[in-house]
Nanobody
Framework: QVRLVESGGGLVQAGHSLRLSCTAY????????MGWFRQAPGKEREFVAG????????YYGDSVRDRFGISRENGQNQVYLRMNSLKPEDTAVYLC??????????????????WGQGTQVTVSP
């Protein structure tokens, strides 16, 4: 069993920044591709960003591509999401995701093997 633990959410004003962290626990010796999705009330879960198991490749959703940055420690199951120039429409629950079996550039909900509980990010106008 793999457990994902997120931290770093909160309330912030528009234009400011936040950093989210996620650590995967369980199955020593296994490294996962990790990433983030978000879900706002009444909306579908949306891909935000992903990073390959070795940190060599990153992937972003169109709505955050120029503002967010994902990174990880080399070979570690810990990932960070730096969110800059936040907008009210970025308000959502942000969920950490990990996957081990699907292609590294495939970031759909069904491709994810493990989910975190989520952390709330609220951006005020």
């Amino acid at each position: 069993q793999v457990r994902l633990v997120e931290s770093g959410g909160g309330l912030v004003q528009a234009g400011h920044s936040l950093r989210l962290s996620c650590t995967a626990y369980g199955r020593p010796g296994t490294t996962y591709a990790m990433g983030w999705f978000r879900q706002a009330p009444g909306k579908e879960r949306e891909f935000v960003a992903g990073v390959s198991w070795d940190g060599g490749n990153t992937y972003y959703g169109d709505s955050v591509r120029d503002r967010f940055g994902i990174s990880r420690e080399n070979g570690q199951n810990q990932v960070y999401l730096r969110m800059n120039s936040l907008k009210p429409e970025d308000t959502a629950v942000y969920l950490c995701a990990a996957k081990a079996f699907s292609p590294p550039d495939l970031w759909t909900v069904s491709a994810v093997d493990y989910w975190g509980q989520g952390t709330q990010v609220t951006v005020s106008p």
